[in-house]
């Protein structure tokens, strides 16, 4: 089982950390994490080459990256929750899943093979906003890479209990893990 985990925290030790290492501890198999902050892939600048061309113009580890997706069981989209959305390293790498759509509508081509994926959201924050615009966009996300969503947990009370010490958030990875490991 091979597991691709999108870290979008600057933070190395926070609380999305926290709950990305319980996963981990709980799942075993092979696991690849691309910590976006730390990253050296650039965000889609929309200057249409794919169109005209079967590669993008910018040349990066996002390549590997599509490679990773591909090669992916199960792919986690974990991130803080920045004014009730995911944070804009994720979202710049994110960005650059539009090569994937500008193949299949423009050159009928999947760089994807068609294998099941399981998508898994977790997200950490305080403050009294929602987590409902990062759930959508997270989701939205995992489908473009083929990924069906079959778990969310979100920790959402990070100013008064750290995500390791919420017991329901910590119960609830637990719980995906084993359903990840049934599949």
Same mark, same amino acid.
């Given at each position: 089982?091979? $597991? ?31 910590? $976006? ?105 995992? /489908? ?7 778990? $969310? ?20 990875? /637990?719980?995906?893990?084993? /359903?990840? /490991?049934?599949?």
């Amino acid at each position: 089982m091979k $597991t691709l985990i999108f870290n979008g925290s600057p933070r190395k030790n926070g609380d999305t950390v926290a709950m990305i290492n319980s996963l981990k501890r709980e799942l075993g198999g092979e696991i690849n994490q691309i910590d $976006t902050f730390y990253s050296d892939i650039k965000p889609c600048m929309d200057c249409r080459y794919c169109i005209s061309h079967e590669n993008c113009s910018i040349n990066d580890d996002m390549i590997n990256v599509f490679k990773l997706i591909d090669e992916a069981d199960n792919i986690v989209v974990a991130s803080p929750i920045y004014f009730s959305m995911l944070t804009g390293s994720l979202l710049n790498i994110f960005s650059r899943l539009q090569y994937i759509y500008i193949l299949k509508r423009f050159h009928h081509q999947n760089i994807l093979s068609n294998k099941k994926r399981n998508g898994i959201i977790f997200l950490a924050g305080g403050g009294d906003g929602s987590a409902d615009k990062a759930i959508e966009t997270a989701a939205c996300c995992l /489908k473009i890479m083929g990924a069906n969503v079959i778990g $969310t947990v979100c920790s959402h009370n990070t100013d008064n209990i750290p995500a390791a010490e919420d017991e329901n958030a910590m119960s609830q990875i /637990k719980l995906i893990a084993e /359903k990840l /490991k049934n599949y």
